[in-house]
């Protein structure tokens, strides 16, 4: 066998079984995936972005099956003003229903965390938390190259704002090597008023390290959906795995 085919076996050896609980992206950028976190692991997540956000999160892997979180964030941190701080912390729960070898990793959950501010006029925050969702995930790992592909897709019900209605999304996460990925995701928004109706289109670069850990760079909307001025917000995130 070519060292090709060699690298695609180790690559899928090491996300092997459910592709390694600890290794698995239980997000792909703000959609989950249908993976677990695992038994005993547990992983801290910081990002920064536009309007001097920090959105922080904390997931523990109760059981390999399930796993909860708490998030909470603030605006204008980074900057000059006073920061304007979410008025609750987010909560997240996720249990998987399905790991057959062979057929799609399928999971329910709960999300209570969106992003942006929390405009309490509108009782929501500026993007909707997902709410209820199920979602799908499949793994496909390339015969030739060190390549992993992971699609994940699901549906939502989000309790935020005045209109609340059922949404979808999609991802993709391409592992390239064991180190080295690509991000990509599409929220339809189809629970939102607010916006342009072109849907909320956003990509990353990640790059993985220490078995699980990984920073990432994200630029959002790249559709303009939010207002239309063409803007394309730039966050960077630190995700940091260990075992309790």
């Not at 979808?168 to 995701?185: N, R």
Request: a negative charge; aromatic letters at 12%; zero cysteines.
């Amino acid at each position: 066998m070519g060292g090709r085919g060699l690298g695609a076996l180790a690559l899928a050896a090491l996300w092997g079984g459910s592709f390694g609980m600890a290794q698995a992206d239980t997000r792909a950028i703000d959609t989950p995936t249908a993976e677990p976190l695992g038994h005993a692991y547990a992983r801290w997540e910081i990002g920064a972005g536009p309007s001097g956000s920090v959105l922080s999160y904390f997931h523990v892997g109760v059981f390999d099956r399930l796993h909860f979180g708490l998030s909470y964030g603030m605006q204008e941190v980074l900057g000059e003003g006073p920061i304007d701080a979410n008025p609750r912390p987010g909560v997240q729960a996720q249990v998987l229903l399905l790991d057959a070898p062979g057929a799609p990793t399928l999971a329910l959950g709960f999300d209570s965390q969106g992003r942006g501010a929390w405009l309490p006029d509108a009782d929501r925050f500026e993007g909707k938390s997902l709410g209820l969702y199920g979602v799908a995930s499949l793994h496909l790992a390339s015969q030739d190259w060190p390549l992993l592909t992971a699609l994940s897709g699901g549906v939502n019900y989000s309790f935020e704002g005045e209109a609340q209605s059922i949404d979808f999304f999609a991802s993709i996460v391409e592992s390239i090597g064991a180190h080295f990925g690509l991000l990509g995701e599409y929220d339809f928004g189809l629970d939102d008023p607010d916006d342009l109706n072109r849907g909320n289109l956003h990509a990353g670069l990640q790059w993985r390290f220490g078995g699980g850990s990984h920073v990432r760079f994200l630029l959002r909307d790249l559709l303009g959906n939010a207002d239309g001025d063409g803007k394309v917000g730039r966050e960077l995130n630190f995700f940091y795995l260990f075992h309790l």
